[in-house]
């Protein structure tokens, strides 16, 4: 780090301390400041790290250089219509969070695929019941809707279970035992064959609201459903309502709407519903600083920086 800079912290004030013991350690001249915590002068703020950061604030800070995103998404920040577009977002992309992700959507996938929620019941009611065997996973067609950092690792996990595995993104892929559909004049025949259907899309202005009464109804009868991407993605009612006519069997979801969802969400107590607090991957403190120290190294000594937001795509 060649001189003196700024990293403001756009966090909430009681995570500080994940934060600024590893950039200490990491980048001893860097002055880090916490919004909401410590004085300082917005124009000497050069660099910002955060998550979903007031809409509007970021605009404050005059002479920004970089936008450092604590997640893999940024819909946080690109739905801030003052976002200062001149101000590259850097988001985050790292082995470890895809692979919990992974872990998550592999979990959930089997845990529907064994008929572990009607075992859990039998449980609580002492029943015995060995009931038909699980089907052969040969045979269950799961697609990942987004086949990115993230989908194509959760897509190769669920391969090494011998699923039926294919992934729907933009741009047509070539990945081994994976089939790839590319396009909306994909998407449906892509739904057709999925009996697991998992969102690992970024949530932007074409994806928003995708999981919804139509894509429902193309899915196979009996199909589950996993989002583990934006609430943004999903119609809440439409899901429910699909399920409730027992056209799809179920769902889990991570991600909400409004996140903390609220007390008074059908979601929480439905019987074929799993509900968890957008838990999936937790972003590493320690690697976020150490992206966002070499990331400002590099902006400070004139090379490209690494997974910046193309603005224009959406993600
Ligand atoms: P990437 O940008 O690496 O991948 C996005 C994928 O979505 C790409 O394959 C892209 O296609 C595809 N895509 C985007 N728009 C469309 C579209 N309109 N039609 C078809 N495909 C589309 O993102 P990541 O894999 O890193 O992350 C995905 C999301 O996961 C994040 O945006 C975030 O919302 C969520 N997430 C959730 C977490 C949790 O804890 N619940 C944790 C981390 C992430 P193409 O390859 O052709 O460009
Ligand atoms: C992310 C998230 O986008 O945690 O990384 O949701």
């Known amino acids: 780090m060649t001189a003196r800079s700024t990293l403001l912290l756009v966090v909430p004030v009681t995570w500080a301390g994940l934060w600024t013991a590893p950039l200490a350690d990491m980048a001893p001249d860097l002055i880090v400041k916490m919004h909401g915590r410590d004085e300082y002068d917005p124009a000497a703020v050069d660099y910002a790290l955060g998550f979903r950061p007031e809409p509007g604030f970021l605009k404050t800070l005059p002479n920004l250089k970089i936008v450092f995103s604590l997640g893999a998404g940024v819909d946080g920040f690109l739905n801030d219509p003052d976002y200062p577009k001149h101000v590259p977002?850097?988001?985050?992309?790292?082995?470890?969070?895809?692979?919990?992700?992974?872990?998550?959507?592999?979990?959930?996938?089997?845990?529907?695929?064994r008929q572990q929620r009607m075992f859990d019941a039998f449980q609580r009611e002492g029943k015995w019941r060995q009931s038909i065997p699980p089907r052969r996973t040969e045979d269950r067609r799961i697609g990942i809707l987004g086949l990115g950092e993230i989908g194509t690792l959760v897509a190769e996990r669920l391969r090494e279970h011998d699923f039926q595995m294919a992934g729907w993104s933009r741009t047509r892929k070539s990945i081994d035992g994976i089939q790839s559909f590319a396009g909306t004049e994909e998407l449906k025949p892509f739904l057709a064959r999925s009996d697991i259907l998992i969102c690992v899309l970024p949530l932007t202005p074409d994806t928003r609201h995708i999981l919804n009464k139509t894509t429902f109804a193309q899915l196979p009868n009996g199909a589950f459903v996993i989002n583990v991407a934006r609430g943004g993605h999903l119609v809440e009612s439409d899901l429910i309502a699909a399920i409730d006519s027992s056209h799809l069997s179920g769902a889990t979801l991570d991600v909400f709407e409004t996140e903390p969802l609220p007390e008074t969400s059908p979601l929480w107590k439905h019987p074929k519903i799993t509900v968890t607090p957008h838990v999936a991957a937790i972003s590493d403190p320690r690697v976020m600083a150490k992206v966002a120290v070499d990331g400002i190294a590099r902006h400070q000594s004139g090379k490209p920086l690494e997974n910046v937001v193309d603005f224009e795509r959406g993600y």
């Open 89 to 113: 977002l850097v988001r985050f992309v790292d082995h470890t969070l895809s692979r919990e992700m992974a872990q998550y959507c592999v979990m959930h996938a089997l845990i529907h695929h």
